[in-house]
């Protein structure tokens, strides 16, 4: 499972813009792999529609629609790896963060997730110009060892991601998050650059290949 969310932990919209081309990119490949909503979260629950305000837009029939913050779950079927994807990509919940990481890791369960990743981006002192640092790292020293990541040794506040990691300790769920720097200078979003290093680092953990696309000469041209 592969969670990412806009907001606190998302810096130049670098995470959700990984998550969004790891959906987008098997679609529009020419391979079979197609990404299937499984499932959604009820907005009504877990958002403050006054912080992330629904969104109006007219249809091609011209007919007026609302779109609502929730987070989206979908299927990726990849018949050439031992496991199969869920990609978990919404907005940030603004309330209830315990009962929304209950329900999330309830379906992971459901659906036997083995391991759980985490996407984020932070602002670092780092130049555009070099290769964007993608750090691993996990919550628990022997999970770390295990899967050859760092042990997380942050402390202080947390977002939605921090509280999901250790749910999944907390069930036995492996659970790794990888974090990409965003020169804190260029911040502005969205950041390809950030989201192909994410991509990239995700591949090289879980040894697949992810369709490119346009995104690194959506890279080149942000740099």
């Given at each position: 499972?592969?969670?990412?969310?806009?907001?606190?932990?998302?810096?130049?919209?670098?995470?959700?813009g990984a998550?969004?081309?790891?959906?987008?990119?098997?679609?529009?490949?020419?391979?079979?792999v197609?990404?299937?909503?499984?499932?959604?979260?009820?907005?009504?629950?877990?958002?403050?529609?006054?912080v992330?305000r629904?969104?109006i837009?007219?249809?091609?029939?011209?007919?007026?629609?609302?779109?609502w913050?929730?987070?989206?779950?979908?299927?990726?079927a990849?018949?050439?790896?031992?496991?199969?994807?869920?990609?978990v990509k919404g907005?940030?919940?603004?309330?209830?963060w315990?009962?929304?990481?209950?329900?999330?890791l309830?379906?992971?369960?459901?659906?036997?997730?083995?391991?759980?990743?985490?996407?984020?981006?932070m602002?670092?002192?780092?130049?555009?110009?070099?290769?964007?640092?993608?750090?691993?790292?996990?919550?628990?020293?022997?999970?770390?060892?295990?899967?050859?990541?760092?042990v997380?040794?942050y402390?202080?506040?947390t977002?939605?991601?921090?509280?999901?990691?250790?749910?999944?300790?907390?069930r036995?769920?492996?659970?790794?998050?990888?974090w990409?720097?965003?020169?804190?200078?260029?911040?502005?979003?969205?950041?390809?650059?950030?989201?192909?290093?994410l991509?990239?680092?995700?591949?090289?953990?879980?040894?697949?290949?992810?369709?490119?696309?346009?995104?690194?000469?959506?890279?080149?041209?942000?740099?």
């Amino acid at each position: 499972m592969v969670i990412a969310f806009s907001g606190w932990n998302d810096a130049g919209e670098a995470a959700t813009g990984a998550a969004s081309h790891l959906l987008a990119s098997w679609t529009d490949s020419s391979t079979d792999v197609v990404p299937e909503l499984i499932a959604d979260v009820d907005p009504e629950d877990f958002y403050d529609f006054q912080v992330n305000r629904p969104h109006i837009y007219v249809d091609e029939s011209q007919i007026r629609n609302i779109t609502w913050p929730t987070t989206e779950i979908f299927g990726v079927a990849l018949p050439e790896f031992d496991r199969d994807l869920v990609i978990v990509k919404g907005t940030e919940p603004s309330m209830r963060w315990k009962s929304f990481t209950r329900e999330l890791l309830d379906l992971a369960d459901d659906l036997e997730v083995s391991l759980v990743i985490t996407l984020g981006s932070m602002l670092a002192d780092v130049p555009h110009s070099r290769p964007i640092t993608v750090s691993g790292s996990s919550a628990h020293p022997d999970l770390a060892t295990r899967l050859g990541v760092e042990v997380s040794s942050y402390e202080g506040p947390t977002g939605i991601i921090g509280i999901i990691v250790d749910g999944c300790m907390r069930r036995g769920i492996d659970a790794v998050s990888l974090w990409a720097a965003i020169p804190h200078y260029a911040s502005n979003s969205p950041s390809p650059k950030a989201s192909l290093a994410l991509v990239n680092a995700l591949e090289d953990f879980l040894d697949i290949s992810v369709p490119q696309g346009e995104l690194p000469d959506e890279a080149t041209e942000w740099e």
